[in-house]
């Protein structure tokens, strides 16, 4: 790597790469648990399981997963929200030496078939709120495709309701978290309750799986509908746990308030990865308020929080932040949206806080580039992170471009994904040589400053970014075509003042249907799709416009929204 204006504002303390271990991501728990059998590893509702606890579930759970059939490289899909059941699942599977296929929970049956079908996985672990779906999904498929089984969890498997102060269950939340389930049918399959599952104490025999395993395959989007499967190794999500804790200066004593969803790339490695690696105690919340967020960082004393800036305007907005204690913090930052400088002005002033902001894709197992804690700036991506060598290159001829010019961001490390499954032309498109290196394609545009950090300016890709969602317009289309009155469709970005940007579609109807009116749309996309995908604004047109080849022209539609907004 040559060097780069930025090392002058590389932490001091760190060295510019690191070696991860060649241990499988699940030892990293294992031992933990030996060096900290009684310390707290999850605090979810006012329940608290220790280190010990947390192994002697997964390792139960591993060996029920074993019975099952599961075996070495095998995909298990896991639905759920943040809770101990999905930390005990996730790191069970990786204990099977089987691959976790981590899923949005905000996916509804007609989504979820091709998550079950692309892995071809035959075995989904879900709370009992997601389960319904899922079984939906697999019934609907043809009887080759479909779950062979199916384990169900109540999140009341967790803590005890009777326990938990009235102020700690927002309302909202007490309906899908207090109700206890009937376990759903499975076509062809069997449906398993995880209780049972952990009762009968069956052992795992011993794991085989290496640092260059598929360990994860998280599912990201794209310009063709799709979702592809990202095939990230042990040694991928190694290297950024153990990064990630150096950079933040993580220990044992620290406490993380878990926050983002742990199904996505962020929460699942940058939080529950690299806190497991470092025997962190991580409170846990299944889904975001700012209220409770406030609480638990006071009572638990959260030093880390990681989050996107949303949830930070969101509890700075709150009337009752005075009263909450946030002295505790030593560490707060995120991705995904930028942070207005007004509110990290304010972090800074009143709390001592630096915001931290990072840059990173489902493809480089989270950060790839990221702010010094001791020089960073806002509404940056940050500098390239540890082991990592990024450029701005010209999209079209791979030539590394002058400072400040704009260009496709490239990225080489050792976090960098292996390529999509089952997508050999894909990956290879997705790569490029450089100096004898292969280099990741971010397929977002930026520039570097004269200091060395980088800046995203513009999109390569065609992508949404609402609260740092990335809604990926080609696949709504998709499913918005299933629509019986639906003739076309050309889904682009709208300007949000919360959310940064939200989903707008532009629809044609199909002459001699039934009429349906923008609402009735918005409302069947709401049962058809994640609740982030839907459009928050549908707008009729006779036609929309294509270019001499017949392509909807989404660009130009783009840009008319965004003049119309400015």
Request: charged share 20%; with cysteine.
């Amino acid at each position: 790597m040559q060097t780069r204006p930025h090392h002058t504002f590389w932490p001091r303390r760190l060295p510019r790469a690191m070696n991860a271990p060649r241990t499988p991501l699940w030892d990293n728990l294992a031992v933990n648990a030996r060096r900290f059998p009684d310390k707290a590893a999850l605090i979810f509702m006012g329940s608290t399981m220790s280190y010990a606890q947390l192994w002697s579930a997964v390792e139960r759970f591993a060996g029920h997963l074993h019975e099952m059939g599961v075996r070495r490289g095998d995909r298990v899909m896991l639905a759920m929200q943040n809770c101990p059941q999905l930390v005990a699942a996730h790191f069970a599977i990786l204990r099977a030496d089987a691959v976790v296929v981590p899923v949005n929970p905000m996916n509804r049956a007609e989504e979820l078939k091709h998550f079950i079908v692309d892995p071809d996985a035959r075995v989904a672990v879900a709370t009992a709120d997601l389960a319904v779906e899922l079984a939906k999904a697999s019934d609907a498929l043809p009887e080759g495709q479909r779950l062979r089984h199916l384990v169900v969890t109540q999140f009341t498997d967790a803590f005890d309701p009777a326990a938990l102060p009235a102020e700690d269950m927002p309302a909202a939340w007490a309906p899908w978290m207090l109700t206890r389930r009937d376990l759903p049918s499975l076509a062809g399959g069997t449906v398993h309750c995880w209780v049972d599952c952990l009762a009968r104490e069956a052992e795992p025999p011993a794991s085989e799986a290496g640092a260059d395993d598929l360990a994860l395959l998280p599912y990201t989007s794209g310009t063709t509908g799709l979702p592809k499967g990202c095939m990230l190794s042990h040694a991928n999500a190694m290297h950024n746990a153990m990064a990630i804790n150096a950079w933040g200066n993580v220990t044992p004593e620290s406490v993380q308030l878990v926050a983002v969803p742990m199904f996505h790339i962020t929460g699942m490695v940058g939080v529950m990865h690299a806190a497991i690696l470092a025997g962190v105690t991580m409170v846990l919340m299944p889904r975001w308020d700012r209220e409770l967020a406030g609480r638990l960082i006071s009572a638990c004393r959260v030093t880390h929080w990681a989050n996107i800036p949303t949830m930070v305007i969101d509890l700075l907005a709150s009337p009752n932040v005075a009263r909450f204690d946030l002295s505790s913090l030593v560490s707060i930052g995120g991705g995904g949206a930028a942070m207005p400088q007004a509110v990290a002005q304010r972090l800074f002033e009143q709390y001592g806080l630096r915001y931290i902001e990072a840059y990173g894709l489902t493809e480089t197992a989270a950060p790839s580039h990221y702010n010094p804690p001791e020089a960073p700036k806002l509404q940056c991506l940050g500098i390239p992170f540890m082991s990592v060598d990024a450029r701005v290159v010209d999209p079209e001829t791979g030539r590394e471009v002058e400072q400040g010019a704009m260009g496709e961001i490239v990225i080489h490390g050792p976090q960098v994904f292996g390529g999509y499954w089952k997508r050999p032309d894909d990956t290879a498109a997705t790569f490029i040589q450089i100096d004898g290196k292969s280099f990741f394609r971010s397929g977002d545009m930026g520039h570097v400053d004269e200091e060395g950090y980088f800046f995203a300016t513009d999109r390569l890709k065609r992508m949404i970014n609402a609260s740092g969602f990335k809604v990926w317009p080609a696949e709504v289309e998709a499913l918005m075509f299933r629509h019986p009155a639906i003739q076309e469709a050309c889904v682009i970005a709208t300007k949000d003042a919360y959310r940064g940007e939200s989903v707008k579609a532009l629809v044609v109807r199909k002459p001699a249907q039934p009429p349906v009116s923008e609402q009735d749309i918005v409302d069947w996309c709401r049962e058809n799709m994640a609740a982030y995908k839907v459009p928050r604004v549908v707008q009729f047109v006779d036609a929309l416009p294509k270019s001499g080849s017949g392509k909807v022209m989404w660009r130009a539609l783009q840009e008319a929204e965004a003049g119309a907004s400015a």
